[in-house]
């Protein structure tokens, strides 16, 4: 999709469609369209008083135009001003991709102006609107031999904005990073297991970094065994598919602080010798997202070039039963020199985790360590598929990731992690087990566990387990993997540089 924005001479622009929202109060065409008045019948007007103003602001008019460049108008209501926020634009936005699609047209032309009222941070209003542009009509529909039935893609959209602001175009930049970094997040979640194994993926990030200059450490099987990530190939032992970390990183040339966003990379979850039940197995192709989230991010990072150093650090294995599989009761040793005691083989991705924890905090040294995992359904029962669980001790941190999390309308709540917790998490005979031997709070107990292998860094957290896939569905979201994330570490990113010099909350 190709986005073009005008401030001005819109009469000579053609499109397929115009799309005009329209609040309540608006009694006349805005003068920057005043040229399609004579062309319009019956009259603007008139086509006005036919929108009824819901709350909701549903009420759609399909306009016919004798313009050549404006051939079809769509009226779209939304409603008072007054109910008006950040999330309803992005619902907006998306549906006008949709609605293009509808008409069976590829070339779509979006108006708005100062006039229109103002969401909350509305110096973000237009990247997110624009992310919601890109988001909309995205699929995964490569093995569909028949397209036939598929609505068109939309290959062009002319944005109309007079008076637009100056930072309009850094805004559509940003907008465009940040709705294709999420889309290749959904793709590389959404992949069927067998097209997205272990060592796929790292050729994804091999890709991605050769076309964005990053730097990368890639530790296959063999380095893996030599630097001792014991926990992490635990879990692979079981596959035929062998085992990878991955490391990208970005560094913009004044870069004072590091982001490590780590994130869960299970190609497929079978639950190993402690087998999930085969109802919705499928799903488990999805156990990737926390690897696919940062890698998203990364890649919105480096187009959007923010002055920091950030790494997308991804342990990649897929969990599966055999004879070499691990078993319950096995003890294992992390890279952190920590033995764990394996009581349930799908608890794994705690164990990849741990790993990449511990050796990103110790060869990186970064300032902040943000991990997201599909880690529990705990989490699904707590906070259902609406809302990440947030987890962390410092509150400094919990603070930006709040703030960033209110821009992005990625939503999180955070769980405590007080002592009573910890004590859930004690093994007899090794440092910790990998499950609590307690019933309950299985979220937070996950949490404790990541948390013992992480030394002295700020760290946070964010199981995405209820939110990676299965939200509910909205204009911009379609059904299937979300890319939960990848605004949320980006907006994160954005928000860490203008915090380097502060220390608050031990940050």
Not at 70 to 81: A, Q, S, V
Not at 184 to 198: F, G, Q
Not at 318 to 323: A, D, F, I, T, V
Request: aromatic share 8%; charged share 25%; with cysteine.
């Amino acid at each position: 999709m190709k986005i073009n924005f005008h401030t001005n001479r819109f009469e000579n622009i053609k499109t397929d469609v115009l799309i005009l929202p329209i609040f309540e109060g608006m009694k006349k065409l805005p003068a920057a369209l005043s040229f399609l008045e004579k062309h319009i019948l019956p009259s603007f007007e008139i086509l006005l008083k036919r929108i009824v103003q819901e709350k909701k602001g549903n009420k759609k008019i399909t306009v016919y135009s004798t313009h050549a460049g404006f051939p079809l108008i769509i009226l779209l209501g939304m409603g008072k001003t007054d109910d008006w926020s950040l999330e309803k634009a992005r619902q907006l936005w998306g549906s006008f991709v949709l609605t293009g699609r509808e008409l069976q047209q590829k070339k779509i032309a979006v108006y708005w102006d100062n006039g229109y009222p103002e969401t909350e941070h509305s110096g973000w209003f237009i990247g997110e609107a624009v992310s919601a542009l890109y988001t909309a009509g995205y699929s995964v529909n490569e093995f569909l031999t028949d397209k036939t039935e598929l609505e068109p893609e939309i290959e062009k959209v002319d944005l109309l904005y007079p008076d637009a602001p100056k930072q309009l175009e850094k805004q559509i930049k940003n907008g465009i990073a940040i709705g294709g970094s999420i889309n290749l997040t959904r793709r590389l979640a959404e992949y069927p297991s067998n097209l997205m194994t272990p060592s796929i993926f790292v050729e994804e990030v091999r890709h991605l970094g050769k076309e964005n200059n990053w730097t990368l450490e890639i530790l296959d099987e063999k380095r893996l065994q030599e630097k001792g990530l014991g926990a992490l190939l635990a879990v692979a032992q079981g596959s035929e598919n062998p085992p990878y970390l991955a490391i990208a990183a970005y560094e913009h040339p004044e870069a004072k602080k590091t982001i490590a966003m780590v994130g869960k990379g299970v190609t497929f979850d079978s639950g190993g010798i402690s087998i999930k039940p085969s109802k919705n197995m499928e799903e488990m192709k999805y156990d990737i997202s926390g690897a696919a989230a940062v890698l998203g991010a990364l890649r919105c990072i480096t187009h959007s070039k923010l002055p920091l150093r950030a790494l997308a650090v991804m342990p990649l294995v897929e969990n599966m039963p055999s004879g070499g599989a691990i078993r319950p009761g096995d003890i294992v040793r992390s890279y952190s020199g920590k033995y764990i005691e394996i009581i349930n083989t799908d608890a794994e991705g705690r164990l990849i985790l741990a790993d990449a924890l511990s050796y990103v905090e110790k060869n990186y040294q970064p300032d902040i360590i943000v991990d997201l995992a599909t880690l529990t359904g705990s989490v699904v029962v707590a906070l259902g598929h609406v809302v990440a669980g947030i987890m962390t001790e410092n509150s400094g941190l919990l603070h930006m990731l709040q703030e960033a999390a209110g821009i992005s309308g990625e939503k999180i709540w955070q769980l405590p992690l007080w002592d009573e917790y910890k004590e859930m998490m004690k093994s007899k005979i090794a440092d910790i087990p990998n499950i609590s031997n307690k019933a309950g709070a299985g979220t937070i107990t996950a949490a404790i566990f990541l948390k013992f292998f992480v030394e002295k860094t700020a760290w946070a957290h964010l199981d995405i387990a209820g939110t990676a896939y299965g939200m509910p569905e909205k204009s911009y979201r379609p059904e299937g993997a979300t890319g939960f994330g990848v605004k949320l570490l980006w907006h994160l990113a954005r928000l860490l540089p203008e915090d380097q010099d502060k220390k608050a909350g031990g940050l």
